[in-house]
């Protein structure tokens, strides 16, 4: 579905952003994920070197929130390739203390990652799709995105925010045959979800109507659906992929 097409995929290390990776090279892309450590991102490229010794991955560890580094980045991948296709903004961490236990700076790391970053690698990536003709824009949101949560205010608000710009940049963009659409993901079981204890699991599990959380894989399929010529009409999206879970 993705034969011939560039895509880079951040926080493709682990989780989410790793299915997604995998996901794509099976399908034929070749990918570099971008990661927070070398280390993370050497391991995430062996393992799947490992898998598949033909598929073409690399990894890369700009710091998302420093915009001339992305810019460096992203240039480096258009060196080499001569090309972006699809551009998956999917790294992101989470809040989860009430507001009268917020740090000083810590609605400010949120934010930097979760939205500042997203701009950074937009803006440095528009550009060669709209020399190109045209592109593929995947942001990951999230399901509180839409019903907010009780605590760790910085983290819906970040969601929200992805969801503007989302919608905001399939309508400005749309012009250039750039498609910009999210998806926002119920609880998935990755390293986050997979520590916590089974008796907060079990009640989480009892709310989502089709009774289980999510897997990667699952949350991958979506990305792969809005990277392909399968959703060539689809532009300013956020589905969710979230067994129904939605508040
Ligand atoms: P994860 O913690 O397993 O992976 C996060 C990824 O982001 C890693 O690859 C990591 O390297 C990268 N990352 C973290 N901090 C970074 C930084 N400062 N700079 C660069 N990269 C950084 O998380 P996940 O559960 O796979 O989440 C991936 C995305 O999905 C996030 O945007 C998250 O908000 C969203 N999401 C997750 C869930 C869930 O239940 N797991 C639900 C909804 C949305």
């Known amino acids: 579905m993705l034969k011939g097409k560039i895509a ?7 989780g989410i952003g790793y299915a997604i990776v995998k996901k794509y090279l099976e399908n034929g892309a070749k990918v570099v994920l971008f990661g927070s450590k070398e280390e993370t991102v050497v391991k995430a ?12 991955v690399s990894g890369m560890f700009p710091s998302l ?20 296709d699809i551009l998956v903004n999917n790294a992101g ?3 989860s203390a009430p ?12 934010m930097n990652l979760n939205v500042t970053a997203l701009f950074n690698t937009i803006q440095a990536t528009v550009g060669y799709m709209k020399e ?26 970040s969601k929200f925010a992805v969801n503007g710009m989302t919608i905001s940049l399939a309508r400005e963009l749309g012009p250039m045959h750039i498609r910009v659409n999210a998806v926002a993901p119920g609880i998935t079981n990755t390293d986050m979800v997979a ?4 008796d907060v699991i079990a009640p989480m599990i009892a709310k989502i109507p089709l009774r289980r959380i999510g897997e990667p894989e699952d949350i991958a399929n979506a990305f792969l659906f ?15 992929v979230d067994g129904a879970m939605r508040s």
Request: charged share 20%.
């Open 99 to 110: 507001i009268l236990d917020y740090k000083p700076g810590e609605f400010d790391k949120i």
């Open 195 to 198: 520590s916590l204890p089974s």
């Open 8 to 14: 880079v995929v951040t926080g493709g290390t682990r």
């Open 132 to 157: 190109q003709g045209g592109g593929c824009i995947l942001n990951t949101s999230s399901m509180v995105s839409i019903s907010g949560q009780s605590a760790g205010v910085g983290y819906p608000t």
């Open 93 to 95: 961490i989470s809040q």
């Open 65 to 84: 929130t420093d915009a001339t580094d992305v810019r460096n980045a992203m240039k480096s991948i258009v060196d080499k390739y001569g090309k972006v």
């Open 45 to 56: 490229v062996t393992q799947l070197k490992d898998i598949n010794p033909d598929w073409e």
């Open 226 to 240: 809005l990277a392909s010529d399968m959703a060539s009409y689809v532009t300013g999206e956020i589905l969710s």
